[in-house]
């Protein structure tokens, strides 16, 4: 993948139960391609509405118009 600040619109990060095997996406938030800093992950998921537990993560890369979308794989996060 050759993405670049030009081709990125923007992030999105997706949320899972592992143990949830059609493996049902819920979107955490939504970031600018220009935000540089990380999300405070346990406020987000505390926003969401989440139980604590185990979730897993994924990062989705949004590109510009004909720009394809690019999803991560799933990253083990632990909610306390």
């Known amino acids: 993948m050759y993405a670049t600040h030009g081709t990125i619109h923007n992030f999105n990060i997706w949320y899972a139960a592992p143990s949830d095997e059609q493996q049902n ?13 990380a ?29 394809m979308n690019q999803m991560s794989p799933p990253v083990p996060y632990n909610y306390e």
């Open 39 to 67: 999300a405070n992950l346990n406020g987000l998921f505390q926003a969401a509405g989440a139980t604590p537990g185990t979730y897993n993560i994924y990062v989705e890369l949004v590109g510009m118009p004909m720009i």
């Open 25 to 37: 996406l819920f979107l955490l938030t939504s970031a600018a391609a220009s935000q540089r800093s």
